[in-house]
């Protein structure tokens, strides 16, 4: 028997429906006697072992999902277990991922009662009159829900052959933060405002419907499409708040169909992942879908499937760039992360850093490169070495989740290190942030004895604003922004009236990105003393770092 297909998108948008009705709903691997989560990017992850939920002893052969998975069919069972009843269906499903493969597995729906309860459910009345409503409709807004798009949009492609459509899939720019800052009640309104704008604006040539939470999706005849008209629409949309705290940013996703046998949520998933491309900065707030942006999310899926497994197995470790003074000798270095694949192969920050800062996993990463580089500073203690300090980097978001001056402090206290040894790179983008509070974060730090630098000093727009409040000890001045100008000379003022700046302000530098013997001539003409470049080392690992250096004391 074939079994129901589901996307990314649809499958968990069929969970928080059935969720409504039944007391557990979750996928669960049978062969595996495990439960899995599909996450919003599309990546699958393990959860408990599935049969802790009930009797341990009783798995596998006289388990109905697993039956329901070798068998292909639909399977219902009653468990007892500590004085409840679980009434199970094992529904068996295909799930296709974004990189199109089928994955099979059993879709659990549960309904935990009393044991007195007597079997041949009463309530079944009720469940169904709900289910159907659920069938259909999102029951906050009454539009389409992701069951009704699907079935209406294959029909109306079907319907008109000749004619060209587009999906058009909108969210809110972080959603969650509209609950958050002016209530639930308020998310609601807006999601409410936002059906409302489709019902006045979509004609019958038209489907439209929500997909979930703030996702809304339209199927829009190519010839009907305006840009102008969603353009306005978003206007309209984001005047729903009035706040100088937050602005509503509607983005949306195109996908033109151009191939009708493919699946509807496939089709959706093209738009979602168009749709992802635009960030709370971006200028734009309609992307096209293209294959380039399907192939950098699989590979964006990738980098956050192996990620953990690679932090277990140190694949990841830090490569340290000497920071040196004329004669090229380190006074230290910054530690830079690497990921060494299975393969040998050495993969780049740029290929995963803002990968993870997407996936709110960065901040695991850092800490575990903070932990290495004090790690390395322990091991240097009682040798040459104990002379240098390391600079470590800090991603805006890990002041999201952690208490970032705690954490490092902590590292130091475990590993008996100086604080005055780690030196924070802190960017501008840390630092222009008025959330994270950055003035009393640097006070923080320097209290505690670590010296905060300011990184890639030079390559944003408020630097100068920056140094007016913030009280760090070193500038890392970026020589990205020289380079291939045609205005050389300029540029050369700017670099020599900062050096001045920053020698007035009582603040280090350090010159970042210097590649030539005729620059470091010049800047140290313009008084700059410390270098980090490849001029006199690239990033290295720590083996060839000491050997590099070890001769030199
Ligand atoms: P960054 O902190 O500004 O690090 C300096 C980058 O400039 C390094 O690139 C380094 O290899 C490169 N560089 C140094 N000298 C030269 C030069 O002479 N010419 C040129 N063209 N480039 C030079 P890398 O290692 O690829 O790192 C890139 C960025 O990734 C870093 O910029 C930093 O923002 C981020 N990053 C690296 N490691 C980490 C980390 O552990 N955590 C976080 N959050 N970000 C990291
Ligand atoms: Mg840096
Ligand atoms: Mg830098």
Redesign the pocket.
């Known amino acids: 028997m074939k079994t129901t297909e589901y996307s990314v998108t649809e499958i968990n948008q069929v969970i928080e429906a059935m969720s409504r009705l039944y007391d557990i709903v979750r996928l669960v691997d049978a062969e595996e006697c495990r439960t899995i989560m599909v996450d919003e990017h599309g990546n699958l992850h393990y959860g408990s072992e599935c049969f802790n939920v009930w009797s341990a002893d009783q798995r596998c052969a006289n388990c109905s999902s697993f039956q329901a998975c070798r068998t292909n069919t639909s399977r219902d069972k009653v468990e007892l277990f500590q004085g409840k009843r679980y009434q199970i269906q094992s529904i068996p499903i295909s799930l296709r991922l974004l990189n199109a493969t089928l994955w099979s597995c059993v879709m659990e729906l549960i309904k935990i009662e009393e044991a007195s309860v007597p079997l041949g459910n009463e309530h079944d009345d009720t469940v169904t009159v709900d289910y159907e409503y659920l069938i259909d409709h999102d029951e906050l807004t009454r539009l389409y829900n992701m069951h009704a798009l699907n079935k209406s949009i294959r029909a109306t492609i079907m319907d008109h052959p000749d004619t060209d459509y587009l999906l058009v899939c909108g969210d809110i720019s972080n959603f969650k933060l509209v609950n958050t800052l002016f209530g639930r009640e308020k998310g609601n309104e807006i999601l409410l405002g936002i059906a409302d704008v489709l019902r006045q604006s979509c004609t019958e040539r038209e489907v439209y419907g929500r997909i979930r939470g703030d996702q809304f999706l339209m199927l829009i005849p190519k010839e009907c499409y305006h840009e102008v008209d969603f353009e306005r629409g978003i206007q309209q949309i984001r005047g729903m708040i009035q706040s100088s705290r937050f602005t509503l940013r509607m983005h949306l996703g195109v996908y033109e169909i151009t191939d009708r046998n493919m699946s509807i949520p496939v089709m959706i998933d093209r738009a979602v992942i168009a749709r992802r491309t635009l960030h709370e900065t971006s200028e734009h707030s309609i992307a096209y879908y293209t294959e380039e942006m399907l192939a950098r999310q699989i590979q964006e899926q990738k980098v956050v499937s192996e990620f953990e497994s690679a932090l277990g197995t140190q694949q990841l470790r830090i490569f340290l760039?000497p920071q040196v003074d004329i004669y090229g000798h380190p006074e230290g270095a910054?530690?830079?992360?690497r990921w060494i694949l299975p393969n040998g192969k050495m993969a780049?920050?740029?290929e995963f850093?803002e990968v993870l800062e997407r996936s709110d996993l960065?901040c695991k990463?850092?800490q575990a490169?903070w932990e290495m580089t004090v790690m390395q500073l322990a091991k240097w203690k009682g040798t040459p070495f104990e002379r240098l300090h390391l600079s470590?980097?800090?991603?805006p978001k890990d002041f999201y989740y952690i208490d970032v001056p705690n954490v490092l402090d902590s590292l130091c206290h475990r590993y008996a290190v100086s604080t005055k040894k780690l030196r924070v790179?802190l960017?501008e983008t840390v630092l222009a942030d008025k959330r994270c509070d950055p003035v009393h974060i640097v006070e923080r730090l320097q209290h505690l004895g670590f010296y905060v630098e300011i990184?890639?000093f030079g390559k944003g727009f408020s630097s100068l604003s920056l140094l007016k409040d913030i009280k760090a000890d070193t500038l890392k001045v970026?020589m990205e922004f020289i380079r291939e100008t045609k205005n050389m000379e300029r540029s050369k003022i700017i670099l020599r009236a900062i050096a001045g700046m920053a020698r007035e302000l009582g603040m280090q530098t350090v010159v970042?990105?210097?590649?030539t013997q005729e620059q470091v001539d010049w800047l140290s003409s313009c008084g700059y003393a410390v270098f980090?470049?490849?001029?006199f080392s690239?990033?290295i690992d720590v083996e060839q770092f000491e050997t590099k250096y070890k001769e030199i004391w």
Do not use: H, K
Not at 334 to 337: D, K, N, P, S, T
Not at 532 to 535: L, R, T
């Open positions: 760039q910054e530690a830079l992360v780049m920050p740029v850093i960065i990463l850092d490169v470590v980097n800090v991603s790179e960017t990184d890639d970026d970042e990105g210097v590649e980090q470049g490849f001029y690239r990033p």
